[in-house]
């Protein structure tokens, strides 16, 4: 399965694509947890990406796309992924589609999760997660069922994002409206481009999903996956 979850920031993407990766047994590539992993080893990467990510606007394209050119060829790929805030700008989406002709993969689906900018703010200044394995959660609409404990891992140890910030949420959610909205126009004529209710409870979007994965073909995963 290859799948593109596409969304402004707090819409849902990280959240719905670990349950589809936990599910259909398929790699989630976030762009932005591997650039907060390079800002977190100092690496090149992370040192020019850091101001940005920081002041809430997009990383370069050369970067990024290089960065995805090395991921989507690892064997852990060879199932499919889906593409948890990657594309962000046309470019992007080009330098994808050309990189997926090369492999001779098509996609199965670009999915638009649609949230109110009131509801994302709300839900990116709640948001944060368990240290250990990465598990996202919310103040107010995901606690852990033990507070402060991961349901996951078991882990006490939380992290709040340094962008999750109410300056710079304005900022991101510009940089959605100015350089990311405009790939929509760009699936909707060259790929099969669905918009899900990014508003619904967690599981709801969840069958959403999973709804406009079986319209476009993809196979009920095993109940081992
Ligand atoms: P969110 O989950 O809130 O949508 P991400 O974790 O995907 O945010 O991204 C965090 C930050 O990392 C972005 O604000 C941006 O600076 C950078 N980033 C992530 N993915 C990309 C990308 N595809 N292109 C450019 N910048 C990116
Ligand atoms: P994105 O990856 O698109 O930036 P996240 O998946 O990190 O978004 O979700 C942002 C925050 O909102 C997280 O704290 C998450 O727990 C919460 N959240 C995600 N989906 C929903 C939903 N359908 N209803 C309420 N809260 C949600
Ligand atoms: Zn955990």
Same mark, same amino acid.
């Given at each position: 399965?290859?799948?593109?979850?596409?969304?402004?920031?707090?819409?849902?993407?990280?959240?719905?694509?670990?349950?589809?990766?936990?599910?259909?047994?398929?790699?989630?590539?976030?762009?932005?947890?591997?650039?907060?992993?390079?800002?977190?080893?100092?690496?090149?990467?992370?040192?020019?990406?850091?101001?940005?990510?920081?002041?809430?606007?997009?990383?370069?394209? *050369?970067?990024?796309?290089?960065?995805?050119?090395?991921?989507?060829?690892?064997?852990?790929?060879?199932?499919? %992924?889906?593409? *948890?805030?990657?594309?962000?700008?046309?470019?992007?989406?080009?330098?994808?589609?050309?990189?997926?002709?090369?492999?001779?993969? *098509?996609?199965?689906?670009?999915?638009?999760?649609?949230?109110?900018?009131?509801?994302?703010?709300?839900?990116?200044?709640?948001?944060?997660?368990?240290?250990?394995?990465?598990?996202?959660?919310?103040?107010?609409?995901?606690?852990?069922?033990?507070?402060?404990?991961?349901?996951?891992?078991?882990?006490?140890? %939380?992290?709040?994002?340094? *962008?999750?910030?109410?300056?710079?949420?304005?900022?991101?959610?510009?940089?959605?409206?100015?350089?990311?909205?405009?790939?929509?126009?760009?699936?909707?004529?060259?790929?099969?481009?669905?918009?899900?209710?990014?508003?619904?409870?967690?599981?709801?979007?969840?069958?959403?999903?999973?709804?406009?994965?079986?319209?476009?073909?993809?196979?009920?995963?095993?109940?081992?996956?």
């Amino acid at each position: 399965m290859e799948l593109i979850l596409l969304g402004p920031p707090g819409a849902g993407k990280g959240t719905q694509s670990k349950l589809l990766e936990a599910r259909y047994g398929v790699a989630q590539i976030s762009t932005g947890d591997m650039l907060r992993a390079e800002v977190k080893a100092g690496s090149p990467i992370g040192q020019e990406a850091k101001k940005i990510m920081d002041a809430g606007g997009l990383v370069s394209d *050369d970067l990024i796309i290089r960065m995805i050119g090395e991921r989507i060829s690892r064997p852990e790929c060879e199932n499919g %992924f889906i593409l *948890d805030g990657f594309p962000r700008t046309v470019p992007q989406a080009e330098a994808l589609d050309k990189l997926l002709h090369e492999t001779k993969v *098509d996609l199965d689906a670009v999915i638009e999760l649609k949230v109110d900018e009131v509801v994302l703010v709300e839900r990116i200044s709640g948001r944060f997660t368990c240290a250990k394995c990465g598990t996202g959660y919310h103040d107010t609409f995901k606690q852990p069922k033990i507070s402060g404990v991961c349901d996951i891992c078991g882990s006490h140890e %939380f992290t709040r994002r340094a *962008d999750d910030k109410a300056e710079t949420v304005h900022a991101r959610l510009e940089a959605y409206n100015a350089q990311t909205a405009p790939i929509l126009p760009y699936y909707r004529a060259k790929h099969r481009l669905f918009s899900v209710d990014g508003m619904a409870e967690m599981d709801e979007v969840e069958r959403q999903i999973e709804a406009v994965l079986r319209e476009v073909g993809v196979p009920e995963p095993t109940a081992s996956a």
